[in-house]
């Protein structure tokens, strides 16, 4: 199974004309199952989505699982969910995450029909300190979760390396791994978009997917990693996290469980 993560700029290119018809290319380009997207909506005014889930589904055979509760946009402070196919089952949480900037994770658990996985999709904020704070609060969200295989994966704003990088929480679980240059689109020097799994060997050949199309239509470029979920289930039923029988909702400030979209 391959996922994505893809920053889509408010479709807004380096062109700085907005073409949704581009970002849907590229997210066909990419051919994953599952792709997490972050700054889904607009910015100002009424804060709309901006790409169209009937023109998605056309020309791509993909599905927007829509994360706001208003019926314009569609993203949980930007972030929303594509899948390939329909879910055999699907809920999802979201979390408010802290800083001085509006910021927040997804936290969905899907079967696609190879078994049940989690993914947490987050933009992470612009400072550094929020960012630690941000590290925490998915951590303790993820570890007040049954075990499960685990994409984290998004935005992750966080080009420092070592003991300066905001994501050295992560590390003991998530095994943080060598980061891949992925902004600015058009000659990237941070690696600010990460895809990280758990348990270890779950996510393999992480890759930046730079086309041409994907260097005009976004200020970052995609990435993208292959899930082998075969290999990590006898790893999650004999794990050692601090993991409970059912999820504390505590951090989140939203939860709820979906059906599987018709």
């Not at 590229?26 to 790409?51: S, W």
């Not at 699982?65 to 969910?81: E, P, T, Y």
Request: hydrophobic content about 40%; glycine content about 8%.
């Amino acid at each position: 199974m391959k996922v994505a993560s893809y920053n889509i700029h408010k479709c807004r290119g380096v062109d700085r004309i907005t073409r949704p018809d581009r970002i849907i290319e590229v997210i066909g380009e990419l051919g994953a199952h599952v792709v997490a997207l972050q700054e889904v909506d607009r910015r100002f005014g009424r804060r709309g989505g901006l790409l169209d889930p009937s023109a998605i589904k056309r020309d791509i055979g993909m599905q927007l699982l829509v994360q706001s509760d208003v019926a314009h946009r569609h993203g949980w402070h930007g972030n929303a969910l594509l899948v390939r196919s329909d879910p055999i089952s699907y809920s999802r949480s979201r979390l408010k995450l802290p800083g001085g900037e509006p910021r927040g994770a997804i936290v969905v658990e899907l079967d696609l029909g190879e078994g049940e996985f989690r993914v947490i999709a987050a933009h992470l904020g612009l400072f550094r300190r929020s960012r630690v704070d941000q590290v925490s609060a998915l951590l303790t969200a993820f570890l007040d979760l049954p075990p499960m295989p685990t994409v984290l994966l998004g935005d992750l704003n966080e080009w420092r390396h070592r003991r300066r990088s905001a994501l050295r929480g992560l590390e003991p679980t998530f095994r943080v791994a060598p980061p891949i240059l992925s902004f600015p689109s058009r000659r990237p020097i941070f690696a600010l978009d990460r895809i990280l799994g758990w348990p270890a060997g779950l996510i393999t050949d992480l890759a930046v997917h730079d086309t041409p199309l994907a260097r005009r239509s976004s200020d970052h470029l995609p990435l993208t990693a292959n899930v082998n979920l075969m290999p990590a289930r006898p790893a999650t039923a004999n794990c050692g996290l601090r993991c409970k029988c059912s999820p504390t909702r505590a951090a989140a400030g939203v939860s709820e469980r979906r059906p599987a979209p018709d």
